[in-house]
Nanobody
């Protein structure tokens, strides 16, 4: 069982940066691939980024490539999402998720989810 708690969301202006963090419980954090997803009002939950248990494999959704960076610290049981050059279309609730095995961008593959943190980007 893995418990996930996101933090770091807020209201920022277009072009600003923001760093989200996901704290996890459990001694087996290093076994899990971690992902970030987001959901805007009225839209499907969208893949943002994922990282393998070792940090050696990283994937990004097309809409955030070159702007967002995912990282993890297995010693601290945390995964972070650095978001640069934010746009109004990045406004969404951001969720941290965990799964055993490979990091992929399929929402249904992740059995463990946090409660989400709101990110709002204004013009």
């Amino acid at each position: 069982q893995v418990r996930l708690v996101e933090s770091g969301g807020g209201l920022v202006q277009a072009g600003d940066s923001l760093r989200l963090s996901c704290a996890t419980s459990g001694r087996t954090f290093g076994s899990y691939a971690m992902g970030w997803f987001r959901q805007a009002p009225g839209k499907e939950r969208e893949f943002v980024a994922a990282v393998s248990w070792s940090g050696g494999r990283i994937y990004y959704g097309d809409s955030v490539k070159g702007r967002f960076t995912i990282s993890r610290d297995n010693a601290e049981n945390t995964v972070a999402l650095r978001m640069n050059s934010l746009k109004p279309e990045d406004t969404a609730v951001y969720y941290c998720a965990a799964k055993i095995g490979e990091p992929i961008g399929i929402r249904s593959a992740y059995p463990y989810w946090g409660q989400g943190t709101q990110v709002t980007v204004s013009l």
